[in-house]
């Protein structure tokens, strides 16, 4: 079973530019034909799905993303997103409207548990999980304590050593990770925010934060003074795969078109060269 994790859309208004120089409508529609092709069983996208949080920008999403897959679309807010204008505009999505205050659910996958946190707080660059949102993930785990389970929040729960990133974070991680501690049956806790790949580990769950599919990657840097600067680099997204008794593995997506494809092709002296390759 595939599965993609998409994150940081950053959808602006029809025809609009996020940043002033990044096409981020653009990579979306390119990331939505791909997934057609792709055909996975379902869709999560991990927040900041515009870059204003406007209404007009919901619309779009929801232009640029309905009816067209085939397959459900699971979404949590990010700190550009309004939750407010996000539970209105996308009050019909699975899950969007489930909890009165906040935009946080579940939803079954296949033989997966899937829990969607919403870690915004309001008018914040960084994420919390307050007690309430906190009591809401526990109840989650304590009900899918046979299934395994993936876990999407916007605000990655680690420190990755990109200041500009690290002071955005999900803040006072430790209730949270201790919870995925607790809960073995939690494979992967699937984030984004950081507008990079970035992949670490918690117990026995992968922590996965997506590259942003808008297309403008945050700077690679390792300097602790360093300000936030993005690299118009390749939008990409996971492709997660669900086998048993395997388990879970991630796969990078870049979005594009590139030339190919072309077949392997080696010399005959290649010692691992197939037995069955001619020519
Ligand atoms: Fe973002
Ligand atoms: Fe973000």
């Known amino acids: ?39 996975p ?23 640029l993303l309905e009816g067209r897959l085939g397959c459900p679309i699971y979404v949590v807010p990010g700190n550009h997103d309004h939750r407010g204008h996000c539970r209105t505009a996308l009050a019909t999505w699975p899950g969007v409207t489930c909890d009165p205050a906040f935009v946080q659910y579940t939803a079954d996958i296949g033989d997966l548990r899937l829990i969607m946190l919403d870690s915004v707080v309001p008018g914040a660059g960084h994420g919390e999980l307050c007690p309430r949102r906190l009591a809401f993930l526990e109840a989650a785990l304590m009900a899918a304590a046979d299934r395994p389970v993936l ?3 916007h605000h990655p729960p680690l420190m990755t050593g990109i200041a500009a990133m690290d002071a955005i974070a999900l803040r006072a991680p430790e209730a949270f990770l201790a919870l995925v501690g607790r809960h073995s049956q939690v494979k992967a806790v699937l984030c984004g925010h950081h507008h990079r790949v970035i992949i670490g580990q918690h117990g026995g769950a992968m922590l996965l934060a997506a590259p942003a599919v808008g297309g403008h990657q945050s700077e690679l840097t390792f300097e602790a003074d360093a300000r936030a600067y993005f690299h118009l680099e390749p939008g990409g997204y996971f492709v997660l795969r669900w086998d048993r008794p395997q388990g879970l593995t991630a796969t990078l997506a870049t979005i594009g078109d590139f030339p190919g494809p072309f077949p392997f092709t080696v010399e005959p002296g290649y010692p691992g060269r197939p037995a069955d390759q001619v020519g």
């Open 1 to 39: 079973m595939l599965i993609a994790h998409l994150s940081d859309l950053h959808i602006r208004p029809f025809g609009l530019p996020a940043n002033r120089v990044v096409e981020t409508n653009m990579m979306a529609e390119r990331a939505v034909r791909q997934l057609a092709r792709l055909a």
């Open 41 to 63: 069983a379902a869709v999560v996208i991990t927040g900041d799905l515009t870059d204003s949080g406007e209404i007009e920008e919901y619309a779009e999403l929801r232009r």
């Open 151 to 153: 876990i999407g929040l």
